[in-house]
């Protein structure tokens, strides 16, 4: 049984590298934990913190004593990401460990553990929609297809007028408000970069929503529902609608 699982999964990883390399990185990035040099995605190609950025960097810097300089690895990976339009090549990974002071190994180590870094290119709007149990339920596959069909893309590719991409992502914590998206813009880089939260959508809404993207609108992030006050019940609260009564404990002064 084992043996036919593993030639199983051998085939699987050969028919990966039989893809062209962009697919390759692709395919590689969340399933696989190695690189893959491509034209775009090399060592030797230069990386920089723009100017702007680097006083973010010192700023990033000083929150951590100078001797943990590697605790700062997560919010300049975030930054070199929000930089080079949503994703990370290899050489910003390096630029950050040259930052930090560490081998670039302690830089992969976390790039390639959260899946909140992208190691493949993304659209300028990447959307995440989420998977877990209670928006699974609540109808998020059809939230899936529907933003599939209408970009005309499978999940992790890129519309050929590189707007849009599609993701999955795992518990948004906000399951009361379930099924919901996650917009991360990069339109802008670093300096307009957002991440909102979209909750209680439709197939019908989420294609609104890249609509507006589209033309450059910025919808109102939240819950979609006009019957919803944020995470409250719909049409209102139906309990609590007084003061409660103070809770019960002993006279302290009688002791």
Known sequence: MLAR?????????????RQPTSQVTRSLSTALNYHLDSPDNKPDLPWEFSEANQSKVKEILSYYPSNYKQSAVIPLLDLAQQQNGGWLPVSAMNAVAKVIEVAPIRVYEVATFYSMFNRAKV????????????????????????????LGVKRGEVTKDGLFSVGEMECMGCCVNAPMITVADYSNGSEGYTYNYFEDVTPEKVVEIVEKLRKGEKPPHGTQNPKRIKCGPEGGNKTLLGEPKPPQFRDLDAC
């Open 5 to 17: 699982l593993a030639a199983k999964r051998l085939l699987e990883i050969r028919q990966v590298f």
């Open 123 to 150: 659209g300028k709007y990447h959307l995440l929609v989420c998977g877990t149990t209670p928006c699974m339920i609540r109808g998020s596959r059809d939230i899936e297809s529907a933003l599939l069909d209408h």
